[in-house]
Structure formats: C-alpha cells, structure tokens
Nanobody, 117 residues
C-alpha cells in the first residue's frame, strides 16, 4: 500500500520561501505521477503542480514562476519549492500520487502553510 508523508509546512511572512517534501513508500515511485494540491478554508481542493515519472511538469497559473516541483527517484521524494509566497497561498497542501496502471491514486495527510501579510 502506497503511503505519502508530507513535511515542511509552517508559518512564513509574505515574500518568503518554504520547501515542502513528500516521502513515498510502498510502491514503485518512478512510475507514479506526483502532484501537489492545496485546499484553503471554504474552498475546493485545487491543483498546484504535477510532475510525471519522466519529469514533465505542469503548474497552476497562480503559482507559475514562483513554485517549482521536482522529484528525486532515488530518495522516492517529491518536492515543492515555494518562493515569493503570498497570503493567498495559505492552505493545507496535499501530496498525491497517481499510478497509471492499474489505475490508483493516493493522498498524504496534508501540511499547513500559512503566509502572513
């Protein structure tokens, strides 16, 4: 069973940076597409960034140029480097893994990111 454990969240001032990590276990990491999602109070969960097993990335327009997703297949870890943080980035950030076949998706427990004005 795949398990995902996020870390790296916290409180930061606007303009600051944080790096989130998501440790993967219980499966073949290299074949999983990985992603970061976030959910602010009262809002639906939304995509932040994704990265395929081959390293192709995709970003939400709201974070392009500020956030960078990356993965280390040897460490079975995916990262989200967040720069120039804004108060509107405040949310619980979730890691998601998606196995292409047989199809399956897994979520981490989430990590809180709070950006103060």
């Amino acid at each position: 069973q795949v398990q995902l454990v996020e870390s790296g969240g916290g409180l930061v001032q606007a303009g600051g940076s944080l790096r989130l990590s998501c440790a993967f276990s219980g499966g073949i990491f290299s074949i999983h597409n990985m992603g970061w999602y976030r959910q602010a109070p009262g809002n639906e969960r939304e995509l932040v960034a994704t990265i395929t097993g081959g390293g192709t990335t995709n970003y939400a327009d709201s974070v392009k140029g500020r956030f960078t997703i990356s993965r280390d297949n040897n460490k079975k870890t995916v990262y989200l480097q967040m720069n120039s943080l804004k108060p509107e980035d405040t949310a619980v950030y979730y890691c998601k893994s998606s196995r292409p076949w047989p199809s399956a998706a897994y979520w981490g427990q989430g990590t809180q990111v709070t950006v103060s004005p």
